[in-house]
């Protein structure tokens, strides 16, 4: 069964250093996401990416965060002056379309951590 | 803004029993449920998509119900096994394709 895949599984970053996470989502889904879960919290929405735009963004995504598909397969996440709250795991998403009968489909996450 | 809740947190059953997970939602204006797996250290594993026309959606051992205007579900898992012990995650799905998170109930089924 086609799955997200997420590179790399654990992230060890300087505070202030960038980081970029790196994702495939399944290849004919159209619709991509970033979710974190910060440790014993839930998981919360970051931001959705649709047609090489950002569609939604929550309070989180602020100007230190940014989304990219480079090429026809990868999807990014960019954090660029990491902070020690940006510690957590990092999930990746994807859905064929944005119906009501669309699953979303994640990838085993990216464990991020800020020193 | 949606706030999702999960009864219970934790639960502990053993190997047979048949079990009910609860989720309540605060804003009934959803596209969707989604109710999830998940194992420790891992991602989420999509169970079950229950669309806000239905009001019950199948999969194997697993039922979901959907009552939207009250804001509830349930996920139903008929004769535990070992193997389903997890955290179980029940996400509404909001404009924006926006999935809110409950906290999750914990659940360990014992052999």
Request: charged share 0%.
């Given at each position: 069964e086609p799955e997200v895949t997420q590179t790399p599984s654990h992230q060890v970053t300087q505070m202030g250093q960038e980081v970029i996470l790196r994702c495939v989502p399944i290849?004919?889904?159209?619709y991509f996401y970033w979710y974190r879960q910060i440790l014993g919290q839930k998981v919360e929405f970051l931001v959705s990416f649709y047609n090489n735009e950002i569609s939604e963004k929550s309070e989180i995504f602020d100007d230190q965060f940014s989304v990219e598909r480079p090429d026809g397969s990868n999807f990014t996440l960019k954090i660029r002056s990491t902070k020690l709250e940006d510690s957590a795991m990092y999930f990746c998403a994807s859905s064929a379309g944005d119906l009501s009968n669309q699953p979303q489909h994640f990838g085993d996450g990216t464990r991020l951590s800020i020193l | 803004k949606q706030e999702v809740t999960q009864i219970p947190a934790a639960l502990s059953v053993p190997e047979g029993e048949n079990l009910v997970l609860n989720c309540s939602f605060t804003d009934s204006a959803i596209y969707n449920l989604q109710w999830f797996r998940q194992d420790p250290g891992k991602g989420l594993t999509s169970l079950l998509l229950i669309q806000s026309s239905q009001r019950e959606q199948t999969s194997g051992r697993l039922n979901a119900s959907l009552d939207k205007s009250s804001g509830r579900s349930t996920l139903y898992i008929a004769a535990s096994q070992p193997g389903d012990s997890a955290t179980y995650l029940c996400a509404p799905l909001r404009y924006g394709n926006k999935l809110v998170f409950g906290a999750g109930t914990i659940l360990r089924v014992k052999s």
């Open positions: 290849s004919n889904h159209l | -």
